[in-house]
């Protein structure tokens, strides 16, 4: 048997109450949570397990053939959706696989059928969600591959490279660097966009492992390029406020103070809960999986940027909170000299008259 799995994320800006949302869906669809089939329920640990939806078959032409795709999408209660085309034959035929796979390198082809039924599920989810907001155009797209045998005779590195190329030695290095086995008839090689998985038995939690890394640090993707936006407008905020009169300037001031403090402590909640979306407690092999996977789509670099911006932003509140404080202590002092002189004045006036 051979596999393929193709899978594009994508944010709709909001955390989703997904017991409620299955209730609603239930009668409509076929859903499901997802739990791991190999390992104890306490080894791997999710708050929220994603709710499965089947969205059933697609077909697709591509040069004279015809493609058949079992249709899954997975909503996250981080506010996060991975929809998911699967391809398979029975034939145990690695050729067919990398043939099919370089047909769809790069999911070419793909995105027409990706965005009929991101409509469909985005019209689904408008009309049981609150606040629901999608930018098809900002994704995270990954494919796995699935041979259910192994030998010397498997050359991988076309396939998990997209393209027959005579390639360096440094480069197939790189490509096979992030592999692992559990037993001697297996392995899983990561790559940065693709994941070849040899395995006599079906690995439906390496799918789901590689799934969640993936929905991970897209979600860090997209929190980072938030915090990017929300910067640039605190900045350009800040510069029309020095425009403006003292009291003018201090209301301006204490608006962007109150919504850079909401922002960062709304953006804080969530990419907790990202950072911590799956725990691994007590199975080797799965944690070195899914550390494997999120090392590979540099989970930490994205995790990194995401911490060092909220930081600028909260340093900025620090800053505007200090200028408002002497903005008013110097309002204040204005107010006590005003006073004072006023006593003086009337003083004098007393005196003369």
């Given at each position: 048997?051979?596999?393929?799995?193709?899978?594009?994320?994508y944010?709709?800006g909001?955390?989703?109450?997904l017991d409620?949302?299955?209730?609603?869906?239930a009668?409509?669809?076929?859903t499901?949570?997802?739990s791991?089939?190999?390992?104890?329920?306490?080894?791997?640990?999710m708050?929220?397990?994603p709710?499965?939806?089947?969205?059933?078959?697609?077909?697709?032409e591509?040069?004279?053939?015809?493609?058949?795709?079992?249709v899954?999408?997975?909503?996250?209660?981080?506010?996060?959706?991975?929809?998911c085309?699967?391809?398979?034959?029975?034939?145990?035929?690695?050729?067919?696989?990398e043939e099919?796979?370089?047909?769809?390198?790069?999911?070419?082809?793909?995105?027409?059928l990706?965005?009929?039924?991101?409509?469909?599920?985005?019209?689904?989810?408008?009309?049981?969600?609150?606040?629901?907001?999608?930018?098809?155009d900002?994704?995270?797209?990954?494919?796995?591959?699935?041979?259910?045998?192994m030998?010397?005779?498997?050359?991988p590195?076309?396939?998990?490279?997209?393209?027959?190329?005579?390639?360096?030695?440094?480069?197939?290095?790189?490509?096979?660097?992030?592999?692992?086995?559990?037993?001697?008839?297996?392995?899983?090689?990561?790559?940065?966009?693709?994941?070849?998985l040899c395995?006599?038995?079906?690995?439906?939690?390496?799918?789901?492992?590689i799934?969640f890394?993936?929905?991970?640090?897209?979600?860090?993707?997209?929190?980072?390029?938030?915090?990017?936006?929300?910067?640039?407008?605190?900045?350009?905020?800040i510069?029309?406020?020095?425009?403006?009169?003292?009291?003018?300037?201090?209301?301006?001031?204490r608006?962007?103070?109150?919504q850079?403090?909401?922002?960062?402590?709304?953006?804080?909640?969530?990419?907790?809960?990202?950072?911590?979306?799956?725990?691994?407690?007590?199975?080797?092999?799965?944690?070195?999986?899914?550390?494997?996977?999120?090392?590979?789509?540099?989970?930490?670099?994205?995790?990194?940027?995401v911490?060092?911006?909220?930081?600028?932003?909260r340093?900025?509140?620090?800053?505007?909170?200090?200028?408002?404080?002497?903005?008013?202590s110097?309002?204040?002092?204005?107010?006590?000299?005003?006073?004072i002189?006023?006593?003086i004045?009337?003083?004098?006036?007393?005196?003369?008259i």
């Amino acid at each position: 048997m051979i596999m393929l799995r193709f899978y594009r994320i994508y944010d709709i800006g909001l955390e989703i109450d997904l017991d409620w949302l299955e209730k609603e869906l239930a009668s409509s669809f076929t859903t499901a949570r997802t739990s791991f089939l190999r390992v104890k329920p306490t080894s791997i640990r999710m708050d929220v397990p994603p709710l499965t939806i089947s969205l059933g078959q697609a077909a697709l032409e591509k040069e004279g053939r015809t493609f058949n795709f079992n249709v899954f999408a997975r909503i996250f209660d981080i506010g996060a959706i991975s929809l998911c085309f699967v391809y398979e034959r029975p034939e145990s035929d690695f050729r067919l696989l990398e043939e099919t796979g370089l047909l769809f390198s790069g999911q070419d082809g793909l995105s027409s059928l990706f965005t009929v039924h991101l409509d469909t599920l985005a019209g689904m989810l408008k009309s049981h969600s609150r606040g629901f907001s999608l930018n098809s155009d900002f994704f995270e797209d990954y494919t796995v591959y699935l041979m259910d045998w192994m030998d010397a005779s498997i050359d991988p590195i076309p396939l998990l490279a997209g393209e027959r190329r005579d390639f360096c030695p440094q480069m197939i290095e790189e490509i096979l660097r992030d592999s692992q086995s559990y037993t001697k008839d297996d392995i899983a090689i990561l790559s940065w966009d693709s994941a070849l998985l040899c395995n006599p038995d079906s690995p439906t939690d390496l799918f789901d492992l590689i799934e969640f890394a993936n929905v991970q640090v897209f979600e860090l993707r997209y929190y980072d390029r938030e915090l990017s936006r929300q910067m640039g407008k605190m900045y350009d905020d800040i510069v029309l406020a020095d425009k403006l009169p003292p009291f003018r300037r201090r209301q301006k001031y204490r608006k962007i103070m109150m919504q850079l403090m909401q922002n960062s402590a709304e953006i804080s909640e969530v990419t907790e809960k990202v950072n911590n979306l799956v725990k691994v407690t007590e199975d080797v092999y799965y944690a070195r999986v899914y550390a494997s996977v999120l090392k590979t789509l540099r989970s930490s670099q994205w995790s990194e940027s995401v911490s060092h911006k909220i930081k600028v932003i909260r340093d900025n509140y620090s800053m505007l909170s200090e200028e408002v404080r002497i903005q008013h202590s110097n309002f204040l002092e204005w107010i006590v000299i005003a006073l004072i002189a006023l006593e003086i004045v009337m003083a004098v006036v007393e005196r003369v008259i």
